[in-house]
């Protein structure tokens, strides 16, 4: 197949791919993370001694709703930039090559093979014909077109934004926001789901949505990000 050659999004190197080799050996190193939320511990360096399982000290407190959560980068230049344009800037052929980028993180590919069913954080109704596709399910169709499903998880109409928004704001936000389809109970009982958004924040709405998920029934719940804040971000 024919690839016409185009700009790295990130060095502006041409002819090169979107995201090209060196930017993203560069700037999407893997980082030891806590297992489920997946904020960065500390010093990469300094903490090579702690043990895969080692939880944030959030977590270690209150514990997740998620079984797991993995996330490819953090929130940081340049992929906040990246996600910016891929987001808002109504540019959804960068999904492929930013779910080439999530691919790249080693825990990833084992978490979707683990999974019987991939599950995209869903928009409101307002905000998907705002912004006239879901960036969560763009990325999901190429992560595991065989495994998604659009409509397993369903969110009520109101989209007021959440940026800027404080933990409590989005807290209180998106209670009780998500619901599984009637119709696909019986699909998500019992099974290994992966969830997936482009960016977590202070992970309001995925928590929710894994509360929503597990009083369905499921029976194991990865949070699979291709982004996420650093905690002086994340208000928490």
Request: overall charge positive; hydrophobic content about 40%.
């Amino acid at each position: 197949m024919l690839r016409w050659p185009s700009l790295c999004y990130i060095c502006r190197r041409w002819p090169s791919q979107p995201l090209c080799t060196p930017c993203v050996e560069r700037f999407a190193q893997p980082t030891l993370r806590c297992p489920t939320c997946a904020l960065t511990l500390g010093n990469t360096h300094h903490n090579l001694h702690l043990p895969l399982t080692a939880r944030c000290k959030n977590c270690a407190e209150h514990p997740s709703p998620l079984d797991a959560c993995v996330a490819a980068v953090s929130y940081t230049f340049p992929w906040a930039d990246c996600i910016a344009n891929f987001k808002f800037q109504a540019d959804p052929s960068l999904a492929r090559t930013l779910a080439h980028l999530m691919r790249h993180a080693p825990w990833i590919e084992p978490a979707l093979d683990a999974a019987s069913l991939v599950v995209p954080m869903p928009l409101t109704p307002a905000r998907l014909r705002e912004r006239g596709f879901n960036q969560a399910l763009e990325l999901a169709r190429h992560l595991a077109p065989n495994k998604t499903h659009a409509h397993t998880l369903l969110r009520r109409g109101d989209s007021a934004h959440q940026v800027g928004a404080s933990r409590q704001e989005r807290l209180n936000h998106v209670r009780d926001a998500f619901w599984v389809a009637t119709e696909r109970l019986t699909a998500v009982r019992g099974q290994h789901v992966v969830l997936v958004d482009d960016v977590m924040t202070t992970g309001a709405s995925l928590y929710e949505a894994a509360r929503a998920l597990r009083a369905a029934g499921a029976a194991h719940i990865t949070g699979m990000i291709l982004a996420r804040t650093e905690a002086r971000d994340a208000r928490q």
